[in-house]
Nanobody
Framework: VQLQASGGGLVQAGDSLRLSCAAS????????MGWFRQAPGKEREFVAA????????YYADSVKGRFTISRDNAKNTAYLQMNSLKPEDTAVYYC?????????????????WGQGTLVTVSS
């Protein structure tokens, strides 16, 4: 199983970015997907999750209304659209796959992880 996260970069506050997570080696449509992030010196934290069909999503309060998680099961890819970025969104962003349909916010509930993509938001 491989999860390949991409799309990170250096942006200014208020800008947008879209992260992608390309999955292989698993039946993508059978997995719930999540995005987590880890800022320097901090614990990894939950950002957003989506169930297998895309019909249910859940967000951390800190990103609600600014970030949107989605997926394209035909392309085996999950996305995180990030708008109105803030300096406090600076972190390495990881995608993760959970081998059931239910959404979870704890990192230990996910079975597979991508390598992470760095997002840096300057003020």
């Amino acid at each position: 199983v491989q999860l390949q996260a991409s799309g990170g970069g250096l942006v200014q506050a208020g800008d947008s970015l879209r992260l992608s997570c390309a999955a292989s080696g698993l039946t993508f449509s059978s997995y719930a997907m999540g995005w987590f992030r880890q800022a320097p010196g901090k614990e990894r934290e939950f950002v957003a999750a989506i169930n297998w069909s895309g019909g249910t999503t859940y967000y951390a309060d800190s990103v609600k209304g600014r970030f949107t998680i989605s997926r394209d099961n035909a392309k085996n890819t999950a996305y995180l659209q990030m708008n109105s970025l803030k300096p406090e969104d600076t972190a390495v962003y990881y995608c993760a796959a959970r081998a059931t349909d239910s959404i979870r916010v704890r990192s230990r509930d996910y079975d597979y992880w991508g390598q992470g993509t760095l997002v840096t938001v300057s003020s």
